[in-house]
């Protein structure tokens, strides 16, 4: 009898059955009561994806094979399963920067993920500024760069070995060893990373501690892509073996195709862009980097086709480093010097989602300092995560998929 119950009980939740809103709880809260004003989207974009055109597939066109980088066997299910979550739909890593750690947060606010651990601490490892992190394709190791480091290190998921892929720790440099505030490292599938060397005005791609191919000259900085790059803060790699390009001065949103050829280059129509995330229809999401802060969807043309900005209250952004699309529809965004990480309901133009205490860092549990980085990660059920509502379950690292 006891096993019937637990496969109706399956049953249900693989159907959609999960309750619709998560609990708040004193780490994690939902803020559907709170409307942003400052939110609009085009009338011909309607609700999915985020605000995807049915033309492109909608919500499932976020996770289809043609728009992911990476792509891990049971991803699709995963992803899928997300997108009938509503808030957080799954596991949020975030790079913690002011309080030099990494966790990785469920639903409900939990942490089930620190690095460092006190055992780590004691044995010498650590982090130090740590910026944006990302999970490895096939989920054993994270990569992270440490921007005001230098450097460019890996973490191991399971035993929390840490070691050292790129740069000279504490030395800013222009060589073919040095790095000068290096943002956004993704690991690629091919066992290379790729990173926006920001200072160096340049775009790295490394293989076993050296530069295999880069875009841009060292140090040369100029808008003129691929030959020339001003400073970078962006380089999100694409399906179709390109990179997705943000250079600080200009607002220059350029993409270089895997040849090396340019794509395109459009100037946003924000103060500061950070970290440019392909969306399907060749639609670009996008943070400004600014106070008051933005959240933007553009065309390839920088027509903007939605904008979240409120200029005062609990929804203004305070220098928005990534803003992320979420299976659901919903968008992540790292609200950097309002110390929280916070999700976007697009369709709604609203917070309904936060980890972090507004305006206020710390380490305490629910606390954070300076968020700069994350990274979405899909549950992968247990026998027993279907008796809670929603069925968090466990990190399903080996799905996780770019961008």
């Known amino acids: 009898m006891a096993s019937i119950v637990v496969l109706v009980v399956l049953l249900v939740s693989l159907l959609g059955g999960s309750s619709s809103t998560h609990p708040a ?49 049971g991803t699709t299910a995963a992803y899928a399963a997300a997108a009938r979550l509503p808030g957080l739909p799954g596991f949020l890593l975030i790079a913690d920067r002011g309080n030099n750690r990494i966790l990785v947060i469920d639903p409900s606010g939990n ?94 791609f490394v293989r076993d501690h050296r530069i295999i191919r880069q875009i841009g000259h060292s140090a040369v900085c100029r808008h003129d892509p691929p030959n020339y790059l001003g400073a970078v803060n962006g380089d999100t790699p694409l399906p179709d073996g390109g990179v997705l390009i943000s250079e600080i001065n200009g607002s220059w949103i350029d993409d270089v195709g895997p040849t090396g050829k340019l794509v395109f280059s459009v100037q946003a129509p924000v103060g500061y862009p950070s970290d440019p995330q392909p969306l399907p229809g060749g639609r670009i999401l996008l943070a400004d980097y600014s106070s008051p802060g933005h959240i933007i969807i553009m065309d390839r043309t920088g027509k903007v086709l939605w904008r979240y900005g409120p200029t005062e209250g609990y929804g203004r952004l305070d220098h928005p480093s990534l803003a992320m699309p979420l299976p659901n529809g919903d968008i992540a965004v790292n609200d950097d010097y309002r110390d929280r990480v916070i999700v976007i309901d697009p369709r709604l133009g609203r917070i309904v989602w936060q980890y972090g205490h507004t305006d206020h860092a710390g380490t305490a549990p629910g606390y954070l300092n300076i968020p700069d980085g994350m990274d979405f990660i899909p549950a992968q059920p247990s026998m027993f995560s279907y008796l809670a509502s929603p069925p968090n379950g466990t990190p399903d690292w080996a799905s996780v998929i770019h961008p």
């Open 111 to 204: 942490k089930v993920f620190t690095y460092p651990s006190a055992a780590d601490l004691a044995a010498g490892r650590k982090l130090y500024y740590n910026d944006d992190t990302f999970v490895e394709p096939g989920g054993r190791y994270l990569i992270a760069n440490e921007e005001d480091n230098h450097a460019i290190v890996q973490v191991g998921i399971q035993d929390h070995s840490l070691s050292f892929l790129f740069g000279h720790p504490g030395q800013a440099g222009s060589d073919n060893t040095h790095l000068n505030t290096p943002d956004d490292a993704y690991e690629l599938t091919d066992g290379s990373f790729t990173v926006a060397d920001a200072y160096n005005c340049r775009i790295l």
């Open 25 to 73: 709880t004193s780490h994690a809260r939902l803020a559907s009561s709170t409307t942003a004003t400052g939110a609009s989207q085009d009338a011909a974009f309607p609700p999915g994806g985020p605000l995807s055109p049915a033309a492109v597939g909608g919500l499932p066109a976020l996770w289809a094979p043609q728009n992911i980088v990476g792509d891990q066997p």
